[in-house]
């Protein structure tokens, strides 16, 4: 008999995230690992979590998890930074299949930043977490760094409203005033961000590096394939995707990330 990892390596990878937001990292995923298959769980009807209490975003976060073992995920990839800032320690500690997660890729951010200023847009439970207290501490020595919560961001993109007035108004508003301390680098420290991204670069005339962790997740991810053994090399990989929330949403969200064929379904867990 073959050993457990053996027959486990054409099993998915899960991913999953409070709502479309993680389906930027799913891109990557594939670009860095073509022949893995994907289970992405979407939890739209209950986002945002970033202005849930912890103990909500974490009960949350376990069924997701739960759902996603159930569908004999062999890596779970949290392509949530909310999520992961509040409640990865745990889950490391509670379930025994390896956990990639993602948070403000402020090590990046320093190592770039010509005017030593640097700004922050994560949900407020991102900001507030102690894992990002203990990163900022990390790195942010000698920058000056500006944090913003982006308040009302993540539902912008949940709508597909993302290039509306009142997403230009609501970025005008968290951006300019960065912009005018001489930010030239700007973290985008929540998944949904990126979808916002041809409104920030107006905003910011292209006089900011945008950072977003994607590919790196990406790259962590297949390290930990390969440190366990678990790189597939199924050459006709499957991709199913589950939203909680609007199917024709999701789908136009999944139609950027990856071409069909592909399965979509809406659920209730
Ligand atoms: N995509 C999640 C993140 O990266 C969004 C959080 C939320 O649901 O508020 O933080």
Redesign the pocket.
């Known amino acids: 008999m073959n050993p457990p990892e053996t027959t486990m390596k054409n099993h998915p990878i899960g991913i999953f995230?409070?709502?479309v937001?993680?389906l930027g990292v799913l891109r990557e995923i594939r670009k860095h690992l073509p022949h893995e298959s994907i289970h992405y769980f979407a939890d739209s009807r209950n986002?945002?979590?970033?202005?849930k209490t912890k103990e909500d975003a974490l009960s949350l976060s376990r069924k997701n998890i739960e759902f996603l073992l159930r569908q004999n995920c062999k890596l779970i990839v949290i392509?949530?930074?909310?999520?992961t800032a509040v409640a990865i320690k745990s889950f490391r500690s509670e379930y025994k299949i390896p956990f990639v997660g993602?948070e403000p890729a402020l090590k990046p951010a320093a190592l770039q930043t010509k005017t030593k200023k640097i700004g922050i847009l994560?949900?407020e439970?991102?900001l507030n977490s102690k894992r990002f207290k203990h990163t900022f501490e990390q790195y942010a020595k000698g920058m000056e760094v500006f944090v913003q919560p982006g308040y009302g961001l993540?539902e912008l993109v949940e709508q597909r409203t993302q290039n509306s007035d009142h997403a230009q108004r609501l970025l005008t508003q968290y951006l300019l005033p960065m912009m005018e301390k001489g930010v030239d680098t700007l973290v985008l420290?929540?998944?949904?961000y990126p979808f916002l991204m041809e409104m920030i670069t107006k905003i910011t005339k292209n006089r900011v590096t945008i950072i977003d962790p994607a590919d790196a997740v990406a790259n962590q991810t297949k390290k930990l394939l390969i440190q366990f053994n678990l790189v597939s090399n199924n050459p006709h990989p499957l991709f199913h995707f589950f939203t909680t929330g609007n199917k024709k949403i999701a789908k136009r969200f999944i139609d950027h990330a990856i071409k069909p064929p592909y399965i979509l379904e809406q659920i209730e867990i």
């Open positions: 995230d409070s709502g937001g993680g986002c945002p979590y970033g202005s392509a949530c930074n909310t999520v993602m994560a949900t439970s991102t993540v420290g929540c998944t949904h």
